[in-house]
């Protein structure tokens, strides 16, 4: 099993309409959880960190599920410019320092 | 807003020869990791560096790769013998005081081995 696994999609959206995708991850006793923007041929970005309680940033919202084992992220109202790979990352116990990566869903927003 | 730099943006190589890549971090970050990215698949961690030493480093970093702080603020990645599966996107990032996994990358360097 992918330590971190993630549908890669394409998800094709249409503009303003709302989005979700899943990443799950295999070790429970993870406790650092990321999302990232990657866009073609460019560097990975934050978006978002991950909390136990969920969060909100805008039109972004991330979630937790400890008992399954994912995290999800949520793009209400989307926007052209949202089309991108989006990361999911997770921290491993065994280290400070290594963090695992999904390997994206990629997201094209249509107008 | 502050940037990681890194250069150069491009490098075209043989086999065999060894390649240099640099980094500039921003000046308040405390750790620094240098990352890679073959094309079409997932970022990879390489190396970390903290504390002016390497924290710790993945099983791709084998004795063809060496991390450097020569001037202690500037970083390098150096790959001794370029093969053809080291063809990849290199991306330095850092992270300071929001905490070691929050990353903040540089554009890249893209290596092409031929």
Sequence with gaps: RKEVEQDPGPFNVPEGATVAFNCTYSN???QSFFWY???CRKEPKLLMSVYSSGNEDGRFTAQLNRASQYISLLIRDSKLSDSA???CVVNTMDSNYQLIWGAGTK???KP | EPEVTQTPSHQVTQMGQEVI???VPISNHLYFYWYRQILGQKVEFLVS???NEISEKSEIFD???SVERPDGSNFT???RSTKLEDSAMYFCAGAGLSGANVLTFGAGSRLTVL
Excluded: E, G, P, V
């Design chain 1, 28 to 30: 429970s006793a993870s």
């Design chain 2, 49 to 51: 560096f903290y504390n």
């Design chain 2, 77 to 79: 990645l150096k790959i």
């Design chain 2, 63 to 65: 004795d063809q790769f």
């Design chain 2, 21 to 23: 890549l640099r980094c």
């Design chain 1, 37 to 39: 923007r990657q866009d």
């Design chain 1, 107 to 109: 997201l094209i927003i």
């Design chain 1, 85 to 87: 790979t989006y990361l």
